[in-house]
């Protein structure tokens, strides 16, 4: 159950499937009501519910919407609809899962959990993928890594990435002076702000300097009264809210220097792709990230910006630092992130691929 205005489903999957002429519908639970949005239809089942409850009563409503809708393909997004993809399966109708997260790996970095209840939770969704993947008719995936994990639980998977739409969304000429004077904020970091996201130590690294840091996104895991406690919450740091918009987030971006995505260790993070990085790309922006292997390889192959021990404050400190100081070096660091959008890393090439696939299972629109 994601947001109504996801970017990967209904930014960039619906809208792409909606122009190419296939009739599309939206489950959500969010309580908004029912809309027709961009030739989307968006089904509400009403505010989901929170566990265990959500198991029961909102799935139920999804499923009960998903039988009156009688699709011709299915195309779903949550792991815990994986069962329900195979009851639709049976009634006939064509089912893709689209995979967003390796979600043993997540499991697994639930410090939540005890290490023993972690593994059987982990050893579990790994069984069931196993077991109901094979019998749907196709799978996506959001890396090649997660891709390469399932390629045997799949008789058709692809992988699509969910890179920038250079095509009405982003301009075609982002401001790529990092000096310019309409840009406030020396930082920004956009997305969820929670526990391992890297805010904590981001927000340590602003103390006792003048720069300035944008936010935009929802507070999850008890993380907010952390940050609120640092003082240079206050002196240095902007928050300017959560939005769908995806014009807002594209405004703020604009406006700043430097993007931000210093995620902390997590077996997750360190194989897939972050998505904001993609975004800070394609405004021009030269990037911060944390230094796993994954990402530092896409850093390498861009030349779009540095990479950090996300748990060091001082390393980030000097990043930060150094970018700010050297702002010719920054400015062709964006200008590489930006190429990089435009002849590899962007919806057009993964939009086809979407439409291969679906064109493939259901012929034409």
């Known amino acids: 159950m994601h947001y109504r205005k996801d970017l ?5 999957e619906c809208r792409s ?3 190419a002429g296939y009739q599309v519908h939206y489950v ?3 309580g908004q009501g029912d809309e027709l949005l961009e030739g989307i239809h968006i089904h509400d089942v009403g505010l989901r519910r929170p566990l265990p409850w959500r198991f029961i009563e909102t799935h139920a409503a ?5 039988v009156e809708l009688a699709a011709d393909l299915y195309h779903f997004h949550d792991p815990e609809l994986m069962r329900m993809g195979l009851q639709l399966k049976g009634n006939g109708a064509k089912v893709i899962a689209d995979v967003h997260e390796d979600v043993p790996k997540e499991m697994l970095g639930n410090t939540k959990k005890s ?7 982990a050893f579990a969704v790994d069984r069931l993928e196993q077991f109901i993947l094979p019998k749907l008719d196709a799978v996506i995936t959001p890396t090649p890594i997660l891709e390469a994990r399932l390629a045997s639980a799949s008789r058709r998977i692809q992988t699509i990435g969910c890179f920038p739409d250079l095509e009405g969304e982003f301009p075609a000429q982002p401001i790529l002076d990092t000096q310019a004077a309409d840009k406030p904020y020396d930082l920004v970091y956009i997305g969820s702000i929670g526990p391992l996201r890297g805010l904590i130590e981001n927000v340590q690294a602003l103390a006792g300097t003048s720069w300035t840091y944008a936010l935009l996104g929802d507070f999850q895991g008890g993380v907010a009264q952390q940050l609120f406690e640092l ?8 928050y300017l809210g959560f939005t769908q918009e995806r014009t807002k987030v594209l405004e703020v971006l604009g406006k700043a220097r430097i993007g931000m995505a210093t995620l902390l260790p997590h077996p997750n993070y360190a194989t897939a792709y972050c998505l904001k990085v993609f975004e800070y790309m394609a405004m021009g922006l030269a990037v911060i990230t944390s ?3 994954f990402w530092q390889a896409l850093i390498d192959e861009c030349q779009c910006g540095l990479t950090v021990d996300s748990t060091d404050v001082k390393a980030i400190q000097s990043a930060v ?5 050297h702002p010719a070096e920054a400015q062709q660091m964006g200008r590489n992130g930006r190429r990089a959008i435009e002849q590899k890393y962007n919806w057009a090439t993964q939009e086809q691929l979407l439409l291969n696939l679906y064109y493939q299972l259901l012929g034409p629109p």
Do not use: E
């Not at 999804?62 to 998903?66: G, L």
């Not at 290490?115 to 939770?121: A, E």
């Open 115 to 121: 290490w023993p209840r972690r593994q059987l939770s």
């Open 8 to 12: 990967r489903i209904f930014v960039r």
């Open 231 to 238: 003082p240079a919450w206050k002196t240095n740091v902007s």
């Open 291 to 293: 230094d796993f292997p």
């Open 321 to 325: 630092d150094y970018l700010l100081t």
């Open 28 to 30: 959500v639970a969010d």
């Open 62 to 66: 999804i499923k009960a919407k998903a």
């Open 17 to 19: 499937l909606a122009r």
